[in-house]
């Protein structure tokens, strides 16, 4: 079978690693599970992959209420016992009250569609077992109606994770896995290149210099990720900034201009502050 | 060939399954990488490996195997766990610390040297000599290393401080971000999870309904109850430093997995045995600290209060005022705990040592005694006995007798 293979597209830098992952679960209709740190593009991908390779995206994004059996369907009872009280014709039958979740949606589409389970983690920790079954086969069964659904394109399915519980043995065994590393700066550049075209060489090259020296600081609690380098470089951009102000040595005696951006809570900015007075201390 | 690289990959810690492999054998028919060395990597490490803490280890046996290279990892892995060497290999050195390296003969040798301190280092701790004071000599001192330096499951956190100051006593915070093998924690600590109904009316009570409806002739009567909620509430007081050094890691992960599984979840840490304070953040312990009356008059005593300390040390540190290592204290350890256990009736201990070895402690032994028994190993079956114990109710629990 000949299939179109994934290599990034215009919007999204994509590792000859993650391009592999992705051609293998599309090849074999596996789910493919996405790991890595924060803002480093995991949802981003299902989209891209749906938009490169033509594809209807289906999302379902997990809460900590979630449960597996909402992905699949559900029995609206209230309603139903409304209907009868107020003798609608249509209460006859059960069918009427039968909810799709996105599961299902997934499994009628017309064409292989890719379905995007967004971060599973956040769910209990049983929700990956229950939906053992239905990703492994496919298939699941509507015990009201009698019914089993199967899927009739096996959807590509991405699921991402940040790693905030240990997910079951089980279900890890029917997925392929990637963990996104961080990029470098090589690839970095590209990303940022990808994103915002125009930028000055220079204030490129010197903001990204910054922002790993930032991410180097050890013992932050969030370490800034790709998409806040992005947010920093548009308001970089939006500011005017001139690539002198993040030099070297001016940013190691003090904190770069608009660091709101890339640091996210007060411990962090606390502890780079230390660093900084401790290096220039040191001087 | 590919069946001995299978097995090679099962004996060198990467945990492989039957269907993983076929899986693999099924995307090469289908050609899915092409004949390049970097592509069946990469498709190999996509099929086989379903955790990036296992990355390392699969990249070691895939090139043991396909380039027949060195045997690295039966040096590393029989003796030594990877963790330790990874995170000391993660450590952000400065440019003076990479000279010193260089001095002492690179980084070979300096890895060989601390993997044999390291193996050096475990014996000493099989042999079970862990009083107070040992802990704090470095193994690798000479070097500027400091053991706590090469904190166990604790990639990049505060190593370069570690580094500078080797023979001060530094904390190591537990970490709450990182999650390892916390499911079998969790587990247990599931039992602990009781659900009291609280909070505003939105969840359809089925069978509240289905009997006011009978009663009303079959006209429908909707029934409402509060969204379930976890109500119950943990203080957990953690020992750190000193003896409790080797136990890091297991409290790490204890740590982790409560913080997920619980609404009210507050910590606090102590050293060896609570006295008049306690405090939050390692790093500002000397300044930001809570007075224990101040604690046990903020949390009620619908707290339930888990303390895991392996309280190992002298018994004087217990019992007489003035005996704690690091302060003087005014009154006894013993007084102090006295009063959180009176205040907290439902509280437990959790102890990292194997509880074999309790009764040779005296420190152990005079603790249980002062908590009624109710220390458990920090084991899973020691965390079903302690959940039990927590979910008793107050009053079923008779009062301790005064200290």
């Known amino acids: 079978m000949t299939q179109e293979r994934f290599t990034g597209s215009a919007r999204y830098i994509a590792t000859p690693e993650l391009a592999m992952a992705v051609n293998a679960a599309v090849t074999l209709a596996r789910p493919l599970l996405i790991k890595g740190e924060p803002g480093t593009g995991k949802t981003q991908l299902a989209e891209e992959i749906a938009a490169t390779l033509g594809r209807p995206l289906h999302e379902w994004h997990i809460k900590s209420t979630s449960k597996a059996q909402q992905g699949l369907y559900e029995y609206d009872a209230v309603s139903r016992l409304r209907d009868s009280q107020l003798g609608e014709g249509r209460v006859h039958d059960i069918a009427n009250y039968i909810v799709r979740g996105k599961l299902w949606e997934a499994f009628e589409s017309d064409t292989q569609p890719v379905l995007l389970i967004d971060e599973i983690d956040k769910a209990d920790i049983e929700f990956p077992n229950d939906l053992l079954r239905e990703l492994d086969r496919m298939e699941f069964y509507v015990y009201e109606t009698r019914q089993l659904v199967r899927a009739r394109h096996r959807p590509i399915i991405v699921i991402t ?123 | 060939m590919l069946v001995r690289f299978f097995f090679d990959l099962r004996a060198g810690g990467v945990p492989v399954t039957l269907p993983e492999f076929l899986t693999l054998l099924e995307a090469l028919e289908a050609r899915v990488a092409t004949l390049s060395a970097d592509d069946f990597y990469q498709l190999a490490r996509v099929c086989l490996v379903k955790d990036e803490r296992h990355y390392d280890r699969f990249d070691r046996v895939f090139a043991e195997h396909f380039r027949g290279a060195e045997k690295l990892f039966s040096a590393f892995g029989v003796d030594v766990p990877d963790e330790w060497l990874r995170a000391l290999a993660e450590r952000v050195l400065s440019d003076a610390e ?156 204890l740590f982790s997995a409560a913080r997920s599984e619980f609404r009210h979840f507050e910590h606090f840490y102590f050293h060896n045995f609570p006295y008049e304070s306690l405090w939050k953040d390692n790093r500002r312990r000397h300044t930001e600290r809570m007075p224990t009356d101040q604690l046990i008059r903020t949390y009620g005593p619908d707290y339930r209060v888990i303390f895991v300390g392996d309280a190992t040390m002298s018994p004087y540190e217990i019992t007489m005022p003035g005996g704690s290592v690091e302060h003087w204290n005014a009154e006894s350890g013993a007084t102090w705990l006295g009063r959180l256990t009176t205040h907290f009736r439902r509280f437990v201990w959790l102890n990292p040592e194997p509880a074999a070895r309790w009764e040779y402690t005296p420190s152990i032994a005079i603790t249980r005694e002062l908590l009624a028994g109710r220390m458990f190993p920090l084991t899973l079956a020691g965390l079903d006995l302690a959940t039990a114990e927590l979910r008793r109710s107050p009053a079923a629990i008779s009062p301790l007798p005064p200290p």
């Open chain 1, 161 to 283: 994770s940040n790693n905030e519980k240990e997910l079951p043995d089980a279900f890890l065994r029917r997925c392929f896995f990637h963990y996104i590393r961080f990029p470098d700066e090589e690839t970095m550049r590209r990303i940022v290149d990808v994103h915002y075209p125009g930028l000055k060489r220079e204030l490129l090259a010197e903001a990204l210099t910054s922002f790993f020296r930032l991410r180097e600081v050890p013992g932050l609690r969030k370490k800034p990720s790709t998409s806040e380098l992005l947010d920093w470089v548009k308001l970089l951009v939006a500011e005017d900034i001139p690539p002198e102000a993040l030099r070297t040595e001016d940013s190691k005696k003090s904190l770069p201009p608009l660091y709101g951006a890339l640091l996210k809570n007060e411990q962090d900015m606390h502890l780079v502050e230390q660093v900084m007075f401790l290096s220039r201390r040191a001087r």
């Open chain 2, 98 to 253: 990479k000279a010193q390296v260089e001095a002492l003969g690179g980084w070979e040798k300096l890895m060989e040297t601390l993997r044999q301190r390291l193996r050096e280092q475990q014996r000493r701790h099989e042999g079970g000599n862990r009083w107070i004071g040992t802990a704090g000599t470095s193994p690798f001192g000479a070097y500027g290393y400091n053991p706590e330096g090469v904190r166990i499951g604790q990639a990049g956190s505060r190593h370069r401080r570690a580094v500078k100051v080797w023979d001060r006593r530094e904390f190591a915070n537990l970490d709450d971000s990182v999650e390892l093998g916390t499911r079998n924690f969790k587990m247990g600590l599931r039992r602990l999870r009781r659900f009291a109904r609280e909070g505003a009316d939105y969840e359809l009570d089925l069978d509240g309904t289905i009997a006011s409806t009978a009663k009303n002739a079959g006209w429908l009567d909707l029934k409402l109850v509060p969204e379930r909620r976890n109500a119950v509430k943990v203080l957990l007081l953690v020992d750190v430093g000193g003896s409790m050094d080797d136990h890091v890691r297991v409290c790490d992960e």
